[in-house]
């Protein structure tokens, strides 16, 4: 029998329910939602030089998993150190690559938990939409 997979989608949060978006996908607890989110923001930080903060969009996908990006238009200059990446993405999958290293470093922080686990879930379901990606390959060069 041949299983056909059918592609994960993302779709964009609408404004109304932003507020919902946090404590569903970080966890209910105020301080684990303001940490997830202060650690995507970080990130970015961290692996764009140029970055400057801003509005960020948020998206749900059809697999249960989530991520944030940065509104931004054009490309981002991305820098890792530790891995030796360096290229430019586009805002989308550069917030893909934040998101995933916020998500590795929360989920270290909760090692041993059930709220970590619920979070390595939501890693897994964001890096199989990324093997979607049209920058797939950047992406995983990224986080490698």
Known sequence: MTVIQ???????????????????????????????EALVFNWMGRLCPDYQGGFWHFYTLSN??????????????????????????SADAAGIVATMFALNQLCAELAGTADADALIDRYHHLGAFASEHVEAALIYRAID
């Open 64 to 89: 249960g998993g989530f991520y944030m990006a940065p509104e931004h238009d054009g490309t981002m200059q991305i820098e890792v150190n530790g891995n030796g990446f360096a290229g430019e993405l």
């Open 6 to 36: 059918s592609p994960i989608v993302a779709a964009l949060v609408p404004e109304a329910d932003r507020l919902r978006f946090l404590p569903a996908y970080f966890g209910p607890s105020m301080l684990r939602m303001l940490r997830g």
